[in-house]
């Protein structure tokens, strides 16, 4: 008889979850799902190695382990950190790893340019998602921007560098899934760029995956770029019989034209399956496929109005996180002022509080605030006239 695994307890944002030993506090909070779960731009758990890199998903260690329950001294990256048994972890209810956050994403921007209008990644934008969450208004970065020529890399991807956040991602996904890295962070400082040596194109049957796994728009299909926006297209889920990979793909359809093809993703934007070349950007037929039907998925997305068939509402972790407490509202305005029971157009003077105090038809004696032609604001000089 096999021993049972021991678990973990670890509780995040007042929610306790059993993980086993080893699992990183980011999948721990993925497993309770929600809000508390940390953003993430460079982590990809299909890859190895990835993580650490961007710092969106820092969150606050309030309590070590049972057996240590000191705090730890600064704010960690929760896809890099294990979990210990009885660890306390705060992200969503921790007002200064929201802050830190917030910094995190202006750094993120400081040379990210300003064309989502133009850019095909829009509207399924991880960046765009966590600038909108996280953000601030503006930027205090007064510098110049860096900036980068386009690269035609081989026949069907454009890298636009100037986009980049040097995730690392797809440099994990041409050398593990693709086979063979050609390309790579070169240089160092506020110069590293994702580059090919002497622009060597990147020629793998499977390289078209770098493009699913980028989180912004560095990287896109040349076979899509300008067609269409993505919130005017289905997607539909599909598959083909394939030597090369499993052929489970999903189709981007406006009408009966296939304009796009992409790997079938997860509520993390993960891919489940990677495809290869042939089926990304050489079978654009609906012949070519056999269709399984709409795309299912349960995570809010601007591409969702329409399209997808019995979406299943993301879980709600509010009470949870509030220790079981239901949202309060600041101010009902409703029962405070019973604003809906006076006409306030049929009364001869100001309104009052006596008013709204058992008598609707009391009024102010404020001349300034009588209705014109009545008392000495004859010459209808007070902030009722219209003229």
Not at 146 to 157: H, K, L, Q, V
Not at 219 to 239: E, G, M, Q, S, Y
Not at 357 to 376: E, F, L, S
Request: aromatic residues 6%; charged residues 25%; glycine residues 8%.
């Amino acid at each position: 008889m096999s021993e049972e695994k021991k678990l973990f307890k670890v509780t995040i944002d007042n929610i306790t979850v059993d993980v086993e030993p080893g699992t990183t506090i980011l999948m721990a909070a993925r497993k309770i799902g929600g809000d508390v779960v940390p953003p993430a731009m460079c982590f990809y758990s299909k890859l190895q190695g990835s993580g650490g890199k961007c710092r969106t998903c820092l969150v606050r260690v309030a309590a070590g382990s049972t057996a240590d329950p000191r705090p730890m001294p600064k704010l960690v990256a929760s896809c890099r950190t294990t979990v210990m048994d009885g660890m306390v972890v705060e992200n969503i209810t921790n007002p200064a790893v929201l802050e830190a956050r917030k910094g995190v994403v202006e750094f993120l921007l400081l040379n990210h340019p300003l064309d989502c209008p133009v850019c095909d990644q829009a509207g399924e934008c991880d960046l765009q998602d966590l600038s909108y969450e996280h953000g601030s208004q503006g930027t205090r970065y007064e510098f110049k921007r860096r900036t980068f020529e386009r690269i035609d890399i081989g026949p069907y991807i454009q890298l636009h560098m100037t986009r980049c956040i040097l995730c690392y991602r797809c440099v994990y996904t041409a050398n593990q899934v693709a086979g063979n890295r050609d390309h790579g962070v070169l240089d160092r400082g506020d110069h590293a760029q994702i580059a090919t040596y002497v622009e060597k194109a990147l020629d793998s049957n499977m390289i078209g995956n770098v493009i699913d796994v980028c989180p912004v728009g560095a990287l896109t299909d040349r076979t899509f770029r300008f067609k269409n926006r993505v919130w005017f297209t289905k997607p539909v889920d599909a598959h083909r019989n394939c030597s090369c990979c499993s052929g489970k793909v999903r189709l981007w359809m406006r009408g009966d034209d296939v304009l796009r093809v992409t790997a079938r993703k997860d509520q993390w934007g993960e891919v489940e399956e990677w495809i290869c070349n042939e089926c990304r950007f050489e079978k654009k037929k609906v012949s070519d496929w056999v269709i399984e039907g709409n795309t299912k998925l349960d995570r809010h997305s601007v591409i969702n109005a329409g399209h997808y068939t019995n979406v299943v509402k993301p879980k709600e972790t509010f009470k949870d996180v509030m220790k079981g407490r239901d949202p309060k509202l600041l101010m009902d305005i409703h029962e405070v002022s019973q604003v809906n029971t006076v006409d306030l157009n049929v009364l001869p003077g100001p309104a009052t509080a006596a008013t709204f105090n058992g008598n609707p038809n009391a009024t102010g004696t404020n001349v300034t605030d009588v209705k014109q032609g009545t008392g000495r604001n004859l010459a209808g000089t007070d902030t009722t006239n219209a003229h």
